[in-house]
């Protein structure tokens, strides 16, 4: 139980162009999701808690008009990248929480490069 | 708000041996402690977690310690094989629904 899938497992996209990645429980209902970031040998950042029906809180520093999330569903949420450059290449996680509170389950991950 | 450390960075170890990594938090208020492994290129996946309400809990040759009074938790494998070779984060809660997350530490199983 708990698997939170993500799509797509990675992307390549030209700067200025926009992308989205999605997030999905597979076998839970999710009312809350994470996006975080993750550069190579660092820890996880976190950029946004998702709350199904509301708008997204955005972690400092975060640009939500450039990192957009939508949580439609208790089920799905989408992260897009707009306008994207070089510098927005990363790995991509999401996470679900489960009923425990504060238990969360990791999606695979989506490593973006923006050429 | 809740500040974790996580120590070491580094871990080797012979298949075989044990390891043990550590975190310290700043809230006494927490109650939630999971542990993450996380593989290359994969996202983290949850190994074991513990409440505040109990000390200790096992799952096979992994275990969780916690020291509420200490304000610290360790991550203990046993027995360990080469594919324990990973990243490994520690987490502690931030109200009202956020974990924040250790820095992380590359544990290497050499055969």
């Known amino acids: 139980g708990a698997v939170v899938s993500q799509h797509p497992s990675w992307v390549i996209c030209k700067s200025g162009t926009s992308v989205k990645i999605e997030c999905r429980s597979l076998d839970f209902q999710a009312t809350t999701m994470f996006w975080y970031r993750q550069f190579p040998k660092q820890s996880l950042m976190l950029m946004a808690t998702?709350?199904?029906?509301?708008?997204?809180?955005?972690e400092q520093g975060v640009e939500k008009d450039k990192f957009l999330i939508n949580h439609a569903s208790l089920t799905l949420s989408t992260l897009t990248v707009t306008s994207a450059h070089p510098e927005d290449s990363s790995f991509y996680i999401c996470?679900?929480?489960?009923?425990?509170?504060?238990?969360?389950?990791f999606g695979p991950g989506t490593r973006l490069t923006v050429t | 708000g809740e500040n974790v450390e996580q120590h070491p960075s580094t871990l080797s170890v012979q298949e075989g041996d044990s390891a043990v990594i550590k975190c310290t938090y700043s809230d006494s208020a927490s109650n939630y402690f999971p542990w993450y492994k996380q593989e290359l290129g994969k996202g983290p996946q949850l190994i074991i977690d513990i409440r505040s309400n109990v000390g200790e809990k096992k799952d096979q040759r992994i275990a969780v310690t916690l020291n509420k009074t200490a304000k610290h938790f360790s991550l203990h494998i046993t027995e360990t094989q080469p594919e324990d070779s990973a990243v490994y984060f520690c987490a502690a809660p931030s109200p009202p629904d956020k974990l924040i997350f250790g820095t992380g530490t590359r544990l290497q199983v050499f055969p």
């Open positions: 996470s679900a929480e489960d009923d425990g509170a504060y238990e969360q389950y």
């Open positions: 998702s709350n199904e029906g509301s708008k997204a809180t955005y």
